[in-house]
């Protein structure tokens, strides 16, 4: 069973699925793996495979949070959020969007694997696209309440200079103010 579905700028999917383990560990917990597209955009996955987002704006690179569990899955009522990272791979894709590069990464939480495939191409260097496995590699059902995909907190600057995120807010006014504003904290 496939559950997709499109965030704004951000392909997702889910797959649960069962099979038996066979990855072989390569990489190590205190490592980083990193997904990075044309020098703007870069995901940062950590050895409990928690990511955060970092964007190269004006020259300067903007951490946009901090290393969180972006991915999670909710077994028996259960949040499982930290996956020992096992491998990774990153090898070359064309598809019809195009050139790019998709990175493979895999960890563990007892008896569930996750394996997160990004792609980031040379067409839409702004923008990765995920897709999130879910595999039960144990013998026993594993009832699945739900997940969460690219869960990201931003940290926002306070420096009306600094700020790094704008939102579209049209309407129709007599005085006709500005549609697009720069986000304040508490933004909702």
Request: aromatic share 10%.
């Amino acid at each position: 069973m496939r559950f997709n579905y499109v965030p704004m700028l951000v392909y997702a999917g889910v797959n649960v699925s069962r099979q038996p383990v066979k990855t072989p560990m390569d990489a190590s917990k205190s490592d980083r793996t990193t997904v990075a597209g044309k020098n703007i955009i870069r995901i940062e996955f950590d050895g409990s495979m928690h990511s955060r987002v970092v964007a190269s704006l004006a020259g300067r690179e903007r951490v946009m949070g901090d290393l969180t569990p972006s991915e999670i899955i909710r077994i028996s009522g259960n949040d499982i959020t930290d996956f020992s990272l096992q491998r990774r791979r990153s090898e070359p894709v064309r598809d019809r969007l195009g050139s790019g590069t998709r990175t493979v990464i895999t960890g563990t939480a007892s008896s569930l694997r996750k394996t997160v495939a990004v792609i980031v191409y040379d067409r839409f260097p702004r923008m990765a696209f995920f897709d999130v496995e879910y595999t039960n590699t144990g013998m026993s059902d594993l009832p699945v309440n739900g997940w969460t995909n690219q869960h990201y907190s931003i940290s926002a600057s306070t420096s009306a200079a600094q700020r790094a995120f704008w939102s579209y807010q049209s309407g129709c006014y007599e005085k006709r103010p500005d549609w697009v504003l720069p986000l304040k904290p508490g933004f909702h």
